[in-house]
């Protein structure tokens, strides 16, 4: 019968169907893991926008004693307009919009502290972290800690924070240039005067265990030390940034400002401790002197730059913003890159720790008719192709010096404004230098991106 012959010839045996079941899932295998399938567009984040100034908020430490004398510091970097900072005092002080609003912080009596002639407001230091979070403001991404008289640079931070993802944990900031210091309180404890930025999602954790850390450490001198302690139960290591200066010396920074390492400077603090950065003026107009130039170009601010001038067999050293050196003869880059010793250390002692920093240093001759020719900034002027700045000699003695730079009273040094990427930040590239023949009583050095091969041959 035709349709029982046609119901027999759609019945599957079972090896039949063990067979189809085979190929078809081979066929779906090399369908889904072989054949490339563009992945799916990601889902839009509100994290995934641009860092700016806004996502950042500084938490100051101060007192009621203090703050009104570090106002000229705080007023440098302190926009009210586009910065986001609080003060953390003891007790109200009088304040006015030109500095962060004042925060009373919260009572910590109830803590112990058994640090021998130390003081107890470093506990209170060390809330500022709990308390600032507890507050809720929104958007914010870095959570970023210092002191009243910390100078902060806030667009290179925010540039350098930029490279990280605030959604994981990061603790970021830099050790003291002291070694003794660093043995003294730990090599991975990113120091407080210097300041360091917690990220967002760190923050939170923190601030809900925070209080009963703080319990446990009540032998630890700082505030600094204690927030350190507290991220290292929670499992999170120091990111170093070499821009951050907590500035555990004395004296003259001249050595450490004219040899900058090729990376955003970020902070400087206890500058009321050194000698002012620019010569007759005092320490407030210096800083503010220097800011002229970081208000131009932030990023340039201190960038290292040195130029060869083989016919005068010159040496040019360029600190962006600051002070350039003239050398007679031709110096090994490698040696201009160890900071001169015009510093002293930061507390007087007569072990061999209290004399070591954590970089090279060399030897800076007490003879000033031995050192290098010294320009310091003059003016700065920012036009439509780029940047000019002026740099004026600082005499201390008449030398005798050679006929290339005996009448040289100036120099000029053209640069573009510079503008780095996140790939950029992570791998600063060196800059390249020329200068312009026939100079006299002015010499006009060109600083520019260069690559490799520009860059080799510079040195030759």
């Given amino acids: 019968m035709p349709s029982i012959t ?11 169907l063990k067979t189809f079941l085979l190929i078809l899932s081979l066929f779906l295998f090399l369908y889904f893991f072989i054949y490339p399938h563009p992945p799916p567009p990601p889902f839009p984040r509100a994290s995934d926008s641009p860092l700016t100034r806004r996502h950042v908020l500084f938490s100051i430490a101060s ?19 586009s910065t986001r900072a609080l003060a953390f005092l003891d007790r109200a002080v009088d304040g006015d919009g030109t500095v962060p609003p004042v925060v009373v912080s919260g009572d910590t009596s109830r803590f112990p502290y058994t640090f021998r002639g130390g003081l107890r407001s470093a506990i209170r230091v060390a809330r500022v972290v709990k308390e600032v979070v507890d507050r809720g403001e929104e958007g914010v991404r870095w959570y970023v800690f210092g002191d009243d008289d910390t100078v902060f640079f806030v667009d290179n931070l925010v540039k350098t924070l930029a490279k ?14 002291s070694y003794e210091q660093n043995l003294k309180y730990s090599f991975d404890m ?3 005067g210097g300041g360091f930025a917690i990220s967002h999602s760190l923050a939170r954790v923190l601030a809900r265990v925070l209080d009963s850390c703080l319990v446990r450490y009540s032998h630890l001198y700082g505030s600094d030390a204690r927030v350190f302690s507290c991220l290292a139960e929670l499992g999170v290591g120091l990111t170093h940034e070499p821009g951050f200066h907590q500035v555990d010396m004395r004296g003259s920074l001249f050595g450490m400002l004219s040899s900058h390492p090729l990376s955003p400077l970020l902070s400087l603090h206890h500058l009321d401790a050194v000698e002012p ?20 170009d932030p990023a340039r601010i201190l960038q290292r730059t ?6 005068n067999s010159l040496t040019v050293s360029v600190a962006w913003g600051y002070a350039i050196q003239v050398f007679n003869g031709n110096e090994f880059l490698p040696d201009l890159l160890s900071l001169q010793r015009t510093f002293v250390p930061w507390r007087r002692s007569i072990t061999v720790d209290a004399s070591r920093y954590m970089f090279n240093t060399r030897e800076y001759p007490k003879d000033p ?7 310091f900034l003059g003016s700065i002027v920012p036009d439509k192709s780029g940047v000019w700045s002026y740099y004026t000699r600082h005499l201390v003695k008449e030398c005798v010096t050679p006929d290339a730079i005996k009448n040289l009273k100036g120099i000029r040094v053209f640069s573009e ?9 992570k791998a600063p590239r060196r800059q390249c230098c020329g200068i312009l023949p026939s100079f006299n009583e002015s010499m006009v050095i060109d600083i520019r991106q260069c690559g490799v091969d520009e860059l080799i041959s510079m040195h030759i």
């Avoid at 008719?369 to 320009?375: D, E, L, N, W």
């Fill in 277 to 296: 950065i620019f010569p007759d003026i005092n320490k407030t107009q210096a800083i503010k002197h220097l800011f002229k130039a970081v208000n131009v």
């Fill in 190 to 192: 990113a120091f407080g």
């Fill in 63 to 81: 007192s009621s004693n203090s703050f009104p004398l570090r106002k000229p510091y705080l007023r440098l970097w302190y926009s009210p307009n």
């Fill in 417 to 425: 404004k510079l503008e780095l990427d996140i790939e950029q930040m």
């Fill in 164 to 177: 990280y993802d605030h959604e994981r944990w990061f603790y970021i900031g830099g050790n003291s240039e």
């Fill in 6 to 16: 046609f119901l027999k010839s759609l019945t599957f045996n079972p090896s039949r």
């Fill in 306 to 311: 040195v130029c060869y001038d083989r016919s």
């Fill in 369 to 375: 008719c031995k050192r290098p020719v010294t320009f």
